[in-house]
């Protein structure tokens, strides 16, 4: 399943949709360039699951697989809100702790 080109392709689809992702989101995200492409490789996978999961797209490869540009933005902004969402609570569990 993963070749050179496809390490390729995921590295420049990541790079591309968690930067959008980050545009598109309004908020401060404070990330490196590497944080940002693991985003947008993770929304791709969010998108290639979302993809098969309303679609059927691709069904022998399962749901497991990447996405293309549209797909992986909006899997990146899900996962950036995600993100944001897992951040929040644990920063408050920690202030009601100490």
Same mark, same amino acid.
């Given at each position: 399943? !993963?070749?050179?080109? &496809?390490?390729? +392709?995921?590295? !420049?689809?990541g790079?591309?949709?968690? +930067?959008?992702? *980050?545009?598109?989101?309004?908020?401060?995200?404070?990330? &490196?360039w590497w944080? &940002?492409?693991?985003?947008?490789?993770?929304?791709?996978?969010?998108?290639?699951?979302?993809? +098969?999961?309303? !679609?059927?797209?691709?069904?022998?490869?399962?749901?497991?697989q990447?996405?293309?540009l549209? !797909?992986?933005?909006?899997?990146?902004?899900?996962?950036?809100l995600?993100w *944001?969402?897992? *951040?929040?609570r644990?920063? *408050?569990a920690?202030?009601?702790r100490?």
């Amino acid at each position: 399943m !993963f070749n050179f080109w &496809t390490v390729v +392709y995921l590295i !420049f689809i990541g790079i591309v949709a968690g +930067y959008l992702a *980050r545009l598109l989101v309004k908020g401060s995200d404070p990330m &490196t360039w590497w944080q &940002t492409m693991l985003l947008g490789i993770v929304g791709s996978f969010i998108g290639g699951f979302g993809g +098969y999961l309303l !679609f059927g797209w691709d069904e022998d490869e399962g749901f497991f697989q990447p996405s293309g540009l549209i !797909f992986s933005i909006l899997g990146a902004v899900v996962a950036l809100l995600l993100w *944001r969402l897992i *951040r929040a609570r644990t920063s *408050r569990a920690e202030g009601s702790r100490g």
